[in-house]
């Protein structure tokens, strides 16, 4: 049976911190409820997952719980779309349950706090200088990084200090690589590479044609057993996902499942999220904000062709 579902009066700006105080206790999860799958993993620090409506963005933040059966989705790309993303705002209400379920186990938000809020805000801050914007976006694309790097597997390993002791730890499987879709996407490769300094980046080059407006591959070198490992696709801005899934077509022509990658952005728009998990419902997305509207001008910025 489907779960009812309510439809908030505001669009929220942000991903919003549970506050006791403020919100009304959430009804109790009944069996059939999807739980949705927060990065941080410590249910203390998770951020809600924001749910948008057609109404313009509003002052009063709309919360919704953790527990909940139609999720927002995130957005897809960064400088290869065009157009005003506000009208997207009213396609992120899924109404599909089964979709709504796939896209709570696929999509990983970073726990939201006033650190993660401020290199938001200066990012989409047409006032703030190239300086600060840069130091902000590595900042928040190394945080993207860390909490990635965190979903790959790990294995139990014994190290002696240098008194002697035994020290029980974890280590990183090998088998993983990075890959960048240019040229946005390579403003996350030396936050990659400052964590995994050995790993090996491949690159992908996607552009939009000007006839038919479809995003189209011009480029594509990867390490030749890519099949074989996992793989952090860097893509930090997604608007509309057709990017992204020109993208994972070309690497699943490579070999690789939509199961080992996992896409790192920094911004997403609930349409580009949608669309890349009906096309892809394996392929695990993280980023820190679904909102309706992406800082689309980031790579221009970044890399000071604006």
């Known amino acids: 049976m489907a779960t009812e579902l309510r439809f908030p009066d505001s669009m929220p700006c942000h991903n919003q911190q549970v506050n006791s105080a403020s919100t009304p206790s959430p009804e109790p999860p009944t069996p059939d409820d999807p739980i949705l799958d927060y990065a941080g993993g410590n249910s203390a620090s998770m951020a809600k997952l924001a749910l948008f409506t057609r109404h313009t963005p509003s002052s009063v933040p709309a919360e919704r719980g953790p527990q909940v059966c139609g999720g927002a989705s995130l957005n897809s790309e960064s400088n290869g779309d065009s157009g005003n993303y506000d009208a997207l705002a009213g396609d992120t209400l899924l109404g599909d349950c089964e979709l709504s379920r796939q896209m709570g186990a696929q999509l990983k938000l970073l ?14 801050d047409k006032t703030a200088s190239r300086g600060d914007f840069m130091f902000s976006a590595d900042r928040l694309i190394r945080l993207v990084v860390e909490e990635g790097l965190n979903q790959l597997p790990y294995k139990e390993c014994m190290v002696t200090t240098p008194t002697g002791y035994k020290y029980e730890g974890v280590k990183f499987e090998k088998g993983n690589c990075g890959v960048s879709i240019m040229r946005s996407g390579e ?7 400052d964590c995994c300094r050995s790993i090996r ?13 479809r995003a189209k591959v011009y480029y594509a070198k990867f390490p030749p057993d890519i099949y074989r490992r996992k793989v952090l696709l860097m893509y930090p801005i997604l608007s509309t996902g057709n990017t992204v899934i020109e993208a994972v077509k070309v690497l699943i022509e490579h070999g690789v499942q939509p199961s080992v990658i996992i896409l790192l952005s920094l911004f997403s728009t609930p349409h580009g999220a949608k669309s890349i998990i009906q096309e892809f419902p394996e392929i695990t997305i993280l980023t820190t904000e679904v909102h309706p509207v992406a800082p689309t001008h980031f790579g221009q910025k970044y890399f000071g062709t604006d």
């Open 111 to 124: 726990p939201m706090n006033d650190q993660i809020r401020e290199l938001q805000t200066i990012i989409r």
């Open 187 to 193: 403003a996350m490769e030396q936050g990659l590479r």
């Open 201 to 213: 980046i491949g690159k992908i080059l996607i552009q939009s044609d000007e006839e038919t407006q």
